[in-house]
């Protein structure tokens, strides 16, 4: 099996991109397109308070330091607010 991605398009905080697969012993191709949305960590927070889930913890990788605005990953742990 062999496989890529190639890069559509980039429209912060949107990036679309194809994952493509070719099976070495059939032949057989395929092509996915998928988005990804890169969002702040504000824009996080709100989304998931509006959700209804708490916010326990914010990182900024998965070592648990702080989330800075340099921070090359938002990690979050949130648990369902009970209604």
């Given at each position: 099996m062999?496989?890529?991605h190639e890069t559509i398009k980039v429209e912060l905080p949107r990036v679309t991109y194809e994952t493509?697969?070719?099976d070495l012993t059939s032949g057989e191709e395929t092509c996915r397109r998928n988005v990804l949305a890169f969002?702040?960590?504000g824009t996080v927070r709100s989304s998931l308070l509006a959700a209804g889930f708490e916010i326990a913890d914010i990182y900024g990788?998965?070592?648990r330091t702080p989330a800075t605005d340099r921070a090359p990953e938002i990690i979050v742990i949130a648990v369902k607010s009970d209604p």
């Open positions: 062999e496989f890529w493509h697969t070719r969002r702040d960590k990788d998965w070592n």
